[in-house]
């Protein structure tokens, strides 16, 4: 099993990002998709999740409103799209599927990808 971020960078005040996360050795859409990010000095915070089962998405209040959740089942890639992206922003964001059926049956995080957010 694998599970690996992509696409992060570095951006300006205002722009967008499109954060990518693709899996291997299990079936994404069998899977809670979780993203999490880290700024530094800080907590891991939860940024939001979709699931496939009861067709819910989530988000924290600090993204809610620009930032998108998707997926591509047939890519096997669930997708991280931030708008309006602030200095607020920078962090090492993780993907985290887990699956619906319970972690017991599979959770996963990926390495991360650095999103630096500066003018």
């Known amino acids: 099993v694998e599970v690996a971020e992509s696409g992060g960078g570095l951006v300006q005040p205002g722009e967008s990002l499109r954060l990518s996360c693709v899996g291997s050795?299990?079936?994404?859409?069998?899977?809670?998709m979780f993203w999490y990010r880290r700024a530094p000095g800080k907590e891991r915070e939860l940024v939001g999740y979709?699931?496939?089962?009861?067709?819910?998405?989530e988000y924290g209040d600090a993204v809610k409103g620009r930032f998108i959740i998707s997926r591509d089942h047939a890519k096997n890639t669930a997708y991280l799209q931030m708008n309006s992206l602030g200095s607020e922003d920078t962090a090492v964001y993780y993907c985290?599927?887990?699956?619906?059926?319970?972690?017991?049956?599979?959770?996963?995080w990926g390495t991360g990808t650095q999103v630096t957010v500066s003018s």
């Open positions: 985290k599927p887990v699956s619906e059926h319970g972690p017991e049956f599979g959770e996963y």
């Open positions: 050795g299990f079936t994404l859409s069998s899977f809670v």
């Open positions: 979709s699931t496939t089962a009861t067709g819910i998405t």
